[in-house]
């Protein structure tokens, strides 16, 4: 189990450093993508989530996600015993990749700031804010979103290992990413995942000691679970439908 903590840590981080990494490269002065627009956000953050999967989707089943983790146990999929650690492992994970994105981006956060711009306007490229700040349509949106990660995860993921292609999981990964974002990740800009989103957010407040939102922090964990869980719910009865039509003959 150490070796799937390793790679749970090692995955987050290269998906925040990578996915964060989209948001930098798109915001910040001196960014030669400054300005790029929601389609590079949604097909770098495809890429973020789906290539530390493919890297370490056989020694830990690439969660990279706390609301996934919790979801795969509540339907059986995941033993409890190993939660505490896989979520440790997550945020630890996104805290340090946030950390990378300050490292690899330092001289364009220094011109963005030189600039005029205010601590708090660099606060989205670590974490996510509501389109329209109304704290339970927030959860709502995050909800649902996660919802259908969860879903499809469980559902695809279960039909590719019905036929044999178990490394499609992956790639399908990032088709869900980016349909999550395109059709549900306007309102609060989709975060799906606590890892991805309070650790950041943590390592933002560490390095620039600006106002994190901690208000609205816990919209992400909150809606993430409640919509991940149902989604595994769901995922797993609709799968098992043709199990069960077969039984009953």
């Given amino acids: 189990m150490f070796t799937a ?25 001196g960014s030669l993508f400054k300005g790029a627009g929601p389609i ?47 979520i440790v492992a997550q945020m630890l994970g996104g805290f340090v990749g946030a950390i990378l994105v300050y490292v690899v981006f330092h001289d364009q956060f220094k011109l963005t700031l030189d600039n005029g711009a205010a601590k708090e306007d660099l ?11 109304n704290l339970p349509m927030n959860v709502v949106g995050e909800a649902f979103a996660t919802f259908a990660l969860v879903f499809f995860i469980v559902s695809i993921g279960t039909g590719a290992k019905l036929v044999g292609d178990v490394g499609l999981n992956y790639f399908f990964v990032y088709g869900i990413i980016m349909s999550c974002g395109f059709s549900l990740g306007s309102t609060t800009g989709f975060a ?6 309070t650790s950041p957010r943590l390592a933002y407040a560490v390095l620039f000691h600006g106002d994190a939102d901690w208000g609205y ?8 679970l409640i919509g991940g869980i149902v989604g595994a719910l769901l995922a797993s009865y609709t799968t098992a439908l043709p199990a069960l039509a077969t039984l009953l003959g």
Avoid: K
């Fill in 40 to 86: 590079y956000t949604m097909l770098g953050w495809g890429l973020a989530v789906m290539l530390p999967a493919m890297a370490f989707g056989t020694q830990s089943a690439a969660h990279f996600n706390p609301a996934l983790t919790i979801s795969l146990a509540v339907i059986g999929a995941f033993p409890w015993s190993g939660v505490l650690g896989y």
């Fill in 5 to 29: 903590y390793i790679a749970e840590f090692i995955g987050t981080m290269l998906l925040v450093l990578l996915g964060d990494g989209v948001c930098a490269s798109l915001s910040l002065d």
């Fill in 192 to 197: 799906m995942n606590p890892a991805r989103d």
């Fill in 217 to 224: 922090a816990w919209v992400p964990i909150v809606g993430s």
């Fill in 123 to 133: 606060r989205g490229i670590f974490c996510t804010g509501p389109a329209i700040r």
